[in-house]
């Protein structure tokens, strides 16, 4: 059975740290590129990074650049997002999302929620003073 489990999210204040991670079984991530997506409430499920099985080449949203950075652990079968610098408008639930069709993350694609065959439950990440 095909699963992704999304955790590691808290509650922290701003500049804080934080490190999801996503787990995945049923399947091997290595052939794969994998991203993680965040939802805040009332807004568009958004990008926030992809990271490529081929080249390990990586992708960032605008918003996270500088602050988050994506890993993946192939001999673990994880998946994880370094997040630096938190700020309120980070406070959303964070998803990783896998590419079934792709090893390597595609420009400007990566970012579309259609482009992600399998994904996890979701993990809150709440940014408050």
């Known amino acids: 059975q095909v699963q992704l489990v999304d955790s590691g999210g808290g509650l922290l204040q701003p500049g804080g740290l934080l490190r999801p991670s996503c787990a995945a079984s049923g399947f091997t991530l290595v052939y794969y590129a994998i991203g993680w997506f965040r939802q805040a409430p009332g807004k568009q499920r958004e990008g926030v990074s992809c990271i490529s099985s081929s080249d390990g080449s990586t992708f960032y949203a605008d918003s996270v650049k500088g602050r988050f950075a994506i890993s993946r652990d192939n001999a673990k079968n994880m998946l994880f997002l370094k997040m630096n610098s938190l700020q309120p408008e980070d406070t959303a639930v964070y998803y990783c999302?896998?590419?079934?069709?792709?090893?390597?993350?595609?420009?400007?694609?990566?970012?579309?929620?259609?482009?992600?065959?399998?994904w996890g439950q979701g993990t809150q990440v709440t940014v408050s003073s």
């Open positions: 999302a896998v590419d079934k069709g792709q090893a390597r993350c595609l420009a400007k694609i990566w970012v579309y929620n259609w482009e992600y065959d399998y």
